[in-house]
């Protein structure tokens, strides 16, 4: 049994059976990051996120938004056109958690340099070893 | 092919290719986050640490530990002590890059309850749905 020494705020990440850790992952979680980040910049299509965010499933970025939109981070809007057009954007309490999450995204492209030169005095002080990427 | 708008920045967490999007995940990973939040607080002993990281298995922490030192964000150093103890510690880039993180923690701690609503008038209006934890 963990005994964190912030017992006194009402949730807590270091918690396994606090609710806040299921949200934090779906902020920081690979699609969960890279699709707030992506609605920051402005409200977008499924097809458009799917463009924006490299890589990811249209399955997986389903899923995503289907987190984050229930998390109240995430607002759907089904425009009443013909064909029908649906639209994501973020909400007030989604930009909140979004401008911390680009902070920390943008922190670490800025450091990116030093991260390389890191791996690499790794990976040469210790040839045997394959690291994972 | 995806085109961000982004394209001057030497690294851009959007292009799948880009290391930093590996490194993001570093950071932001269930363990990685919960590892660089404790570690903030002063360096800890491997037991001490996954104490803390209330749920984490050897297994996982030793890989999470491993990924981060890699990184360059945390630094691993072994006592010349009797039995051997070796301690975990962030480096600076560590530091900075945790302080982000401690930032998106707090806020998402700090809003859970907007976030539990949120989650519960969506779950009222789709009882039909069984939605992800």
Chains 1, 2 share one sequence.
Not at 14 to 37: I, N, Q
Not at 70 to 79: K, N, S
Request: hydrophobic residues 35%; aromatic residues 6%.
């Amino acid at each position: 049994m963990a005994t964190a020494p912030e017992q006194d705020l009402p949730y807590d990440v270091f918690s396994r059976a606090c609710p806040s850790r299921a949200t934090l992952e779906h902020v920081t979680g690979r699609w969960g990051s890279l699709t707030l980040g992506a609605l920051y910049e402005g409200s977008l299509r499924f097809n458009e996120l799917r463009r924006r965010v490299d890589g990811v499933s249209e399955k997986m970025l389903s899923q995503t938004l289907h987190a984050l939109e229930r998390d109240g981070l995430v607002h759907r809007e089904a425009q009443p056109t013909n064909p029908p057009r649906v639209d994501y954007e973020l909400t007030p309490l989604g930009r909140e958690v979004a401008e911390r999450l680009l902070a920390l995204i943008r922190s670490v492209e800025g450091r990116m340099d030093d991260v390389l030169a890191a791996r690499r005095r790794y990976d040469e002080a210790r040839p045997e070893e394959s690291p994972s990427p």
